[in-house]
């Protein structure tokens, strides 16, 4: 009885071994799995990133251009105005 324990002891402390062992290759191939879809996360969003900070740029160019030209117009409708001796427009736009 006490040698059919012993190994029942031995049994199961072997497969809790074997569990641990795979848990912590289970963990180190998480681990590497992560790394692995970081990079390709970042090798594929590096070229949209870039795209996207052009368009950016690009956005804010054609921003600040109509934001001249808006008060480019407004000065020429106010002088026009002046030399009229036109009401200016009473809303400010």
């Not at 049994?11 to 062992?21: D, G, N, Q, R, T």
């Not at 990133?49 to 934001?67: A, E, H, P, V």
């Amino acid at each position: 009885m006490v040698r059919c324990n012993f190994f029942l002891i031995a049994e199961h402390i072997s497969l809790c071994y074997s569990s641990i062992s795979m848990k912590s290759t289970d963990i180190g191939f998480q681990k590497i799995i992560k790394n692995e879809i970081q990079k390709t996360i970042k090798t594929e969003f590096k070229p949209i990133k870039s795209d996207m900070g052009k368009m950016r740029k690009d956005i804010d160019t054609m921003l600040s251009l109509f934001d001249r030209e808006y008060i480019d117009l407004r000065q020429r409708v106010e002088r026009i105005e002046e030399h009229l001796n036109l009401p200016s427009n009473p809303s400010g736009n």
